[in-house]
């Protein structure tokens, strides 16, 4: 009964009319099968949401066992706090193993196949969002007072933000990623760019955590991933110096479909959580930053959150 909030009238006349012409059961199942609490506060209680998961790559590539974590989510929104999440999200070893297998196998985006990687393809992809990058993230260091000295980009994918930050902000550039492509491309288009040895996907683990830390980290589709989202922006903030910033970019994409995400949180859950973690919390979207955030009436304008390590007292 409490799914009844977020049944389409469709869905409903559906259930409904099964009910009246018993016409088989309603096929809405119930997660039996949770094997975690809520990431955010740790409650056991939740209403389940049915999805139904859409693996992009032949299960077949992959080993039995991590076949069904793949094929069956259980995704919810807890009882207590109300995070939409996945309940089944993958352990340690399944993580290390998905990533072992690595994220260029695991789709049939072609792209991602074959070497070198079509220039017109990486041109439409990113399109003019490095330029609006640039403006607004100029705006934002700039109104807060940051010099970018040292920037780390997690999941930079064919890097077209490097020479961007380069240009704009004179900044020294490191950047870790899941593909091997990517990695490859930057490797050899812009060698300028340090890149860190780690793991970002499902899991925030490896070197690049405790080296020398960060005026600037931008995360890019790194939390929608995460099993353990807490602890990765914990993690996040200690790689980050006293007045540092984290950008969340392209972490707005709700996508319970797609067995690799594990988060689907609503704008006041994102500015929520990130403010258990950091001082200061700012939605940016075209307009500019947007400091006072309501907590009613959210546009859904947001394109990225940026939060930050408040300065030591002097
Ligand atoms: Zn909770």
């Known amino acids: 009964m409490f799914l009844l909030g977020r049944l389409s009238l469709k869905s409903w006349l559906k259930s409904i009319l099964s009910l009246i012409f018993g016409k088989g059961r309603n096929q809405r199942s119930v997660p039996v099968k949770m094997n975690a609490l809520c990431m955010r506060c740790g409650c056991a209680e939740a209403f389940p949401i049915n999805t139904s998961v859409k693996p992009d790559f032949d ?38 193993m998905i990533n072992g297998i690595g994220k260029d196998a695991l789709t049939t985006d072609e792209i991602y196949h074959s070497y070198p990687v079509p220039e017109e393809f990486i041109n439409d992809w990113f399109g003019d969002s490095v330029e609006r990058q640039r403006r607004r993230w100029g705006s934002l260091f700039h109104e807060l007072g940051v010099t970018p000295k040292r920037i780390l980009v997690l999941r930079h994918w064919f890097g077209r933000q490097f020479p961007m930050l380069v ?148």
Do not use: W
């Open 167 to 314: 240009e704009e902000f004179g900044a020294e550039v490191f950047g870790v990623d899941i593909s091997p492509i990517c990695n490859r491309y930057v490797a050899e288009h812009y060698p300028f760019v340090r890149q860190l040895a780690g793991t970002i996907n499902g899991e925030l683990s490896g070197p690049f955590l405790s080296g020398e830390p960060f005026d600037i980290v931008i995360v890019q589709h790194i939390l929608v991933h995460s099993v353990d989202v807490p602890k990765a922006l914990a993690a996040i903030r200690h790689m980050l110096r006293n007045g540092g910033v984290v950008v969340l970019s392209a972490e707005t994409k709700r996508a319970p479909s797609n067995p690799f995400h594990t988060f689907y949180p609503s704008e006041y859950q994102t500015v929520s959580m990130l403010s258990e973690v950091f001082d200061e919390v700012y939605k940016l979207d075209e307009q500019g930053i947007i400091r006072d955030i309501p907590i009613y009436g959210y546009s859904g304008r947001a394109t990225e959150f940026a939060a930050v390590v408040k300065p030591a007292a002097s």
């Open 59 to 96: 299960l077949k590539i992959i080993p039995p066992d991590l076949r069904d974590a793949f094929s069956d989510h259980a995704d919810a929104i807890c009882s207590n706090c109300g995070l939409y999440q996945a309940y089944k999200r993958f352990s340690g070893p399944q993580i290390a």
